[in-house]
Nanobody, 127 residues
Framework: QVQLVESGGGLVRPGGSLRLSCEAS????????MAWFRQAPGQERECVAV????????YYLDSLRERTTISRDNTKNTVYLQMNSLKPEDTAVYYC????????????????????WGQGTQVTVSS
């Protein structure tokens, strides 16, 4: 059974930074793509960032591209999301997710590509 456990969320002041972590267990990690999604109150879930199993192939939401970095450490089965210059509109529950298929041939922002999800971690940027 695959489990994803997020950590690192919390309360941060506008302009501050957070690094979210997601540790995976239950199957081999390095061959699967990882993604971060977020969902704000009353809003649809949106893809924030993706890192493929190739590591070098990444996707970022346009509004976060200049201040967000996704990375992974395959020795720790962990994916990270570094967020800087946080804004109140970044307030949301952030979820990590893992692709269903190994060695996927393309990057995907489609939630249907991700079979496993964490429980989410709350990020609140005060205003």
């Amino acid at each position: 059974q695959v489990q994803l456990v997020e950590s690192g969320g919390g309360l941060v002041r506008p302009g501050g930074s957070l690094r979210l972590s997601c540790e995976a267990s239950g199957r081999t990690f390095s061959g699967y793509g990882m993604a971060w999604f977020r969902q704000a109150p009353g809003q649809e879930r949106e893809c924030v960032a993706v890192i493929r199993w190739t590591v070098i192939d990444k996707y970022y939401l346009d509004s976060l591209r200049e201040r967000t970095t996704i990375s992974r450490d395959n020795t720790k089965n962990t994916v990270y999301l570094q967020m800087n210059s946080l804004k109140p509109e970044d307030t949301a529950v952030y979820y990590c997710a893992q692709t269903s298929g190994i060695y996927d041939s393309k990057i995907s922002t489609d939630p249907r590509s991700y079979a496993y999800w964490g429980q989410g971690t709350q990020v609140t940027v005060s205003s």
